[in-house]
């Protein structure tokens, strides 16, 4: 792994950008890594773009600032695609993974990256999360599918973790818990990538 990873998750608020930040960075904490997870509000109302960030090091990390070039991005709701500069910063090496059910290629040239080393993924991570879950909340989905094209953690510990901290926030609703689970498998297996 690189020194310092970081990530930029973009999504609208009610969709679970900052708890997928969270979530991941108490499963690298779990595994013996250095991270950090952290938002950036701005109005804070359902609908609105929101970001959320994280780093991850096996070093310490003594960096305080915000995310301006990150590794990975991660777009929760493709309409901010339009609205947003989601590739704003982006490293000429890094990747963008995209809820969406467009082709990777599609979204490469949308997004005016059609010659450029980045490389696009996606997932209908929507669609996974409606039928898994029951409601369209692509946080979890989002996960799955990250772990899979960046390989920064070990899918099963980071799933186990995240099952823990879900039981824990959901204590009694077995079946929410187990739809997450399911959808953070699903979306780790349907990633496509260009």
């Known amino acids: 792994m690189e020194e ?19 979530l991941f960075g108490e499963a690298a904490l779990e595994t013996g890594k250095y991270i950090q997870a952290f938002p950036e509000y701005g109005p804070e109302r359902m609908g609105a773009p929101v ?9 310490p990390i003594r960096i305080h600032s915000g ?7 991660v777009i929760l709701d493709p309409t901010l695609m339009e609205k947003v500069p989601v590739t704003e ?16 290629g599609e979204l490469k040239e949308r997004l005016g990256l ?35 094209v960046t390989g ?22 077995a079946k929410l818990v187990e739809g997450n689970v399911l959808s953070i498998k699903r979306a780790y297996e349907e990633v496509a990538g260009e």
């Not at 890094?94 to 082709?103: E, K, R, Y």
């Not at 996974?128 to 692509?138: F, K, W, Y």
């Open 4 to 22: 310092i990873v970081e990530i930029r998750w973009h999504g609208r608020g009610g969709q679970g950008a900052k708890t997928a930040a969270l």
């Open 51 to 59: 970001q959320a960030f994280n780093r991850l090091s096996n070093i």
């Open 67 to 73: 995310v301006k070039n990150p590794k990975v991005v």
């Open 89 to 104: 910063g982006v490293r000429k090496d890094g990747v963008i993974l995209v809820n969406s059910q467009d082709t990777p």
């Open 114 to 148: 059609k010659n450029s080393t980045i490389k696009v993924y996606t997932v209908d991570a929507s669609k996974i999360s409606l039928e898994a879950i029951g409601r369209d909340v692509p946080n979890t989905p989002m996960l799955g599918a990250m772990i899979k």
């Open 152 to 173: 920064i953690l070990d899918f099963e510990p980071m799933v186990e973790s995240i099952k823990d901290k879900l039981s824990k926030k959901f204590r009694g609703r």
